[in-house]
């Protein structure tokens, strides 16, 4: 039968012949990498107020009562690597991977191992049960909530599901990398967004280059700022690489001179050189809201060839979102627009010229933002290519990009993403 922490907190300790030894002030558990921690002591206050440590060998029971096997209790020397539950557990904040959402430790759950008499930790209760049941209204509350028809919920986390705690960290849930990879880039800002900076910090530090690059490009300006300065600057440069060369520039227009510089001197060439190209034009033009990850299409191809063609160009392969082909010619010069689609449809012999659109709508890099928002608007565009004077690509502005001068940041991320 389970026994909560919460029930055991202030409770009278009583000694083998039935006398009253003091009062349980704090469980210990030895930190462990996995599976379930055991009762290594407890903290008991004394009659004359001095508080001691008791090996969990000598602790029989933790409920109904709590019943030490002896009357003159040993002392625990602690080790260093345990866990104070009321200290360091108790209140704190963990990460609810299958919600998506912040949940505070309401009550800890021991079990006792019917084989060995030992106890261990084995869960943590986060629903508003043990919430009553901690503040000593559980009765009531459940009285009240069939008054009303509604269920007292009583969630446990398996602790084997929590993760090891540090003094000064945030406790965190010992899912795999890849469980937290798998919440939507939205969640994982949202659940950053709801944490104080440091466990945001934190929980960032555990993931992979790519997921944090997810993630910051849904958090608010002010904060991503933030987060990436807190970030060593070889790991904060290896997240600005996994960016989108656009969001990359965005964050970076906001750092200082000395700092960005800095960055960027860490990024891989390749990298620095597209996020500095829009860097080099105004925030608010077409310019410097494009990104130059698009696909390109020669336009002697036919429908068959320009299909193996994107499977083997590198720049289709970073085009995550593949939407519209541009054709260009021999030059770079933009030619035409041919849909994803129109080409998977189009029979594998007919030439990439007769299926284009060959006046596609383009924008200059120096256009404001608002009129590309107005362009997009107007026709119905998913993106729209830049182009110089002499008509060359040099990248496109999606949808997304386009209308965030005329909806703020916080409604746009509400729509559906194409991008």
Same mark, same amino acid.
């Given at each position: 039968?389970?026994?909560?922490?919460?029930?055991?907190?202030?409770?009278?300790?009583?000694?083998?012949?039935?006398?009253?030894?003091?009062?349980?002030?704090?469980?210990?558990?030895?930190?462990?990498?996995?599976?379930?921690?055991?009762?290594?002591?407890?903290?008991?206050?004394?009659?004359?107020?001095?508080?001691?440590?008791?090996?969990?060998?000598?602790?029989?029971?933790?409920?109904?009562?709590?019943?030490?096997?002896?009357?003159?209790?040993?002392?625990?020397?602690?080790?260093?690597?345990?866990?104070?539950?009321?200290?360091?557990?108790?209140?704190?904040?963990?990460?609810?991977?299958?919600?998506?959402?912040?949940?505070?430790?309401?009550?800890?759950?021991?079990?006792?191992?019917?084989?060995?008499?030992?106890?261990?930790?084995?869960?943590?209760?986060?629903?508003?049960?043990?919430?009553?049941?901690?503040?000593?209204?559980?009765?009531?509350?459940?009285?009240?909530?069939?008054?009303?028809?509604?269920?007292?919920?009583?969630?446990?986390?398996?602790?084997?599901?929590?993760?090891?705690?540090?003094?000064?960290?945030?406790?965190?849930?010992?899912?795999?990398?890849?469980?937290?990879?798998?919440?939507? @880039?939205? #969640?994982? !800002? =949202? +659940?950053? /967004?709801?944490?104080?900076?440091?466990?945001?910090?934190? *929980? $960032? %530090?555990?993931?992979?280059?790519?997921?944090?690059?997810?993630?910051?490009?849904?958090?608010?300006?002010?904060?991503?700022?933030?987060?990436?300065?807190?970030?060593?600057?070889?790991?904060?440069?290896?997240?600005?690489?996994?960016?989108? @060369?656009? #969001?990359? !520039? =965005? +964050?970076? /227009?906001?750092?200082?001179?000395?700092?960005?510089?800095? *960055? $960027? %001197?860490?990024?891989?060439?390749?990298?620095?050189?597209?996020?500095?190209?829009?860097?080099?034009?105004?925030?608010?033009?077409?310019?410097?809201?494009?990104?130059?990850?698009?696909?390109?299409?020669?336009?002697?191809?036919?429908?068959?060839?320009?299909?193996?063609?994107?499977?083997? /160009?590198?720049?289709?392969?970073?085009?995550?979102?593949?939407?519209?082909?541009?054709?260009?010619?021999?030059?770079?010069?933009?030619?035409?627009?041919?849909?994803?689609?129109?080409?998977?449809?189009?029979?594998?012999?007919?030439?990439?010229?007769?299926?284009?659109?060959?006046?596609?709508?383009?924008?200059?890099?120096?256009?404001?933002?608002?009129?590309?928002?107005?362009?997009?608007?107007?026709?119905?565009?998913?993106?729209?290519?830049?182009?110089?004077?002499?008509?060359?690509?040099?990248?496109?502005?999606?949808?997304?990009?386009?209308?965030?001068?005329?909806?703020?940041?916080?409604?746009?991320?509400?729509?559906?993403?194409?991008?």
């Amino acid at each position: 039968m389970a026994t909560y922490l919460s029930q055991i907190i202030n409770k009278p300790v009583w000694g083998e012949q039935g006398q009253r030894l003091g009062r349980c002030m704090d469980l210990l558990v030895e930190e462990m990498e996995q599976g379930a921690p055991a009762l290594r002591a407890m903290a008991m206050q004394q009659r004359d107020g001095q508080e001691i440590l008791v090996p969990a060998s000598q602790v029989s029971w933790l409920s109904p009562a709590i019943i030490l096997s002896t009357a003159r209790p040993a002392v625990y020397q602690p080790r260093g690597n345990e866990l104070w539950l009321r200290r360091q557990v108790m209140d704190r904040q963990i990460v609810d991977v299958e919600g998506h959402r912040l949940v505070r430790v309401n009550d800890l759950q021991l079990t006792r191992v019917s084989g060995n008499g030992h106890y261990h930790l084995t869960g943590v209760a986060v629903g508003t049960g043990s919430l009553a049941r901690r503040l000593g209204i559980e009765g009531l509350s459940k009285r009240v909530s069939r008054l009303l028809g509604q269920d007292l919920t009583d969630r446990v986390i398996p602790w084997q599901d929590v993760a090891p705690v540090e003094a000064d960290a945030p406790i965190r849930l010992r899912v795999s990398r890849e469980r937290i990879r798998q919440i939507n @880039p939205v #969640d994982m !800002a =949202d +659940l950053i /967004s709801e944490m104080d900076h440091a466990a945001g910090v934190h *929980l $960032l %530090e555990r993931l992979d280059d790519e997921t944090v690059a997810d993630a910051m490009a849904e958090i608010e300006p002010d904060m991503q700022v933030s987060v990436l300065s807190s970030l060593p600057p070889e790991r904060a440069a290896d997240v600005l690489e996994e960016m989108d @060369p656009d #969001d990359a !520039a =965005d +964050l970076l /227009s906001a750092l200082e001179d000395t700092e960005r510089s800095s *960055l $960027l %001197e860490l990024m891989e060439k390749e990298d620095s050189v597209l996020v500095e190209k829009l860097l080099s034009y105004p925030e608010d033009t077409a310019g410097g809201i494009m990104t130059p990850e698009f696909s390109t299409l020669p336009i002697h191809l036919r429908a068959g060839e320009a299909m193996e063609y994107l499977r083997r /160009s590198e720049h289709a392969q970073e085009d995550e979102t593949m939407y519209n082909l541009y054709i260009v010619d021999e030059e770079g010069r933009l030619r035409g627009v041919l849909s994803l689609r129109a080409l998977v449809m189009a029979d594998p012999q007919t030439p990439v010229a007769e299926i284009m659109e060959d006046h596609p709508v383009t924008v200059e890099p120096l256009m404001p933002q608002r009129d590309v928002a107005r362009l997009v608007a107007k026709y119905n565009l998913l993106d729209v290519p830049v182009v110089d004077e002499q008509g060359i690509m040099q990248g496109i502005v999606t949808v997304d990009d386009a209308i965030d001068a005329i909806i703020p940041t916080a409604w746009k991320k509400r729509l559906p993403r194409f991008f």
